[in-house]
C-alpha cells in the first residue's frame, strides 16, 4: 500500500488530463486500466504476503536486517535523484539547456522498461498475476493437504 503513494501523481496527472480533453469517457478510459492494473499488482502481493508460511517467513527474517540497509540505501539515492532532478527542473524553467547526462540516462532506462512492459502488452502481464496467484493457491492446497495427513 506505502508505493500507491508514489503513484498518486502520475494518476492525477493522466486522469485529470483525460478528464480536461476527452470529456468523463476519456477520464474514465484512462482511470480503468489505471485501477485494473494496480488492483492487480496490490491483490497479487496481499495475496503471496497471506500464504506465505512461517517457515517462508523465518527464512526471510534472516535477510531482514540486510534488506532494510539495502532499502535504506535505495530510499536514499531515490531521494537523491529527486532532488538533482527538482533543481534539474529549476535550471530549464530558468532558460538553462535542457540537455543532462544523468536525467537523459534515467529518461532512457524508464523509457526502456516502459517499453519492455508496453511489447508484452496488458494480457502478458495479467496472465502472469493469474497464474501466479494460481500457483499460491495450489501450494496452500497441498500444504494443507499434507498436514492433514
Same mark, same amino acid.
Given at each position: 500500500? $506505502?508505493?500507491?503513494?508514489?503513484?498518486?501523481?502520475?494518476? %492525477?496527472?493522466?486522469?485529470?488530463?483525460? &478528464?480536461?480533453?476527452?470529456?468523463?469517457?476519456?477520464?474514465?478510459?484512462?482511470?480503468? *486500466?489505471?485501477?485494473?492494473?494496480?488492483?492487480?499488482?496490490?491483490?497479487? &502481493?496481499?495475496?503471496?504476503?497471506?500464504?506465505?508460511?512461517?517457515?517462508? @517467513?523465518?527464512?526471510?527474517?534472516? %535477510?531482514? *536486517?540486510?534488506?532494510?540497509?539495502?532499502?535504506?540505501? =535505495?530510499?536514499?539515492?531515490?531521494?537523491?535523484?529527486?532532488?538533482?532532478?527538482?533543481?534539474?527542473?529549476?535550471?530549464?524553467?530558468?532558460? $538553462?539547456?535542457?540537455?543532462? *547526462?544523468?536525467?537523459?540516462?534515467?529518461?532512457?532506462?524508464?523509457?526502456?522498461?516502459?517499453?519492455?512492459?508496453?511489447?508484452?502488452? *496488458?494480457?502478458?502481464?495479467? @496472465?502472469? =498475476?493469474?497464474? &501466479? +496467484?494460481? +500457483?499460491?493457491?495450489? &501450494?496452500? +492446497?497441498?500444504?494443507?493437504?499434507?498436514?492433514?495427513?
Amino acid at each position: 500500500m $506505502a508505493s500507491l503513494s508514489c503513484t498518486v501523481g502520475p494518476f %492525477l496527472a493522466v486522469t485529470s488530463a483525460a &478528464l480536461s480533453g476527452a470529456g468523463l469517457a476519456g477520464g474514465l478510459a484512462a482511470f480503468s *486500466p489505471y485501477a485494473l492494473g494496480m488492483g492487480l499488482v496490490v491483490t497479487a &502481493l496481499s495475496l503471496a504476503v497471506a500464504l506465505a508460511r512461517t517457515a517462508v @517467513v523465518a527464512r526471510l527474517r534472516r %535477510l531482514l *536486517p540486510y534488506v532494510s540497509r539495502a532499502g535504506g540505501a =535505495l530510499l536514499v539515492l531515490a531521494g537523491l535523484y529527486v532532488l538533482y532532478y527538482s533543481w534539474y527542473e529549476l535550471r530549464v524553467f530558468a532558460g $538553462a539547456e535542457a540537455d543532462d *547526462p544523468l536525467v537523459g540516462t534515467a529518461t532512457a532506462v524508464r523509457a526502456t522498461i516502459a517499453g519492455w512492459v508496453a511489447g508484452l502488452g *496488458p494480457w502478458w502481464i495479467a @496472465v502472469a =498475476l493469474v497464474l &501466479l +496467484t494460481l +500457483t499460491a493457491l495450489a &501450494l496452500r +492446497t497441498a500444504r494443507r493437504r499434507d498436514r492433514a495427513q
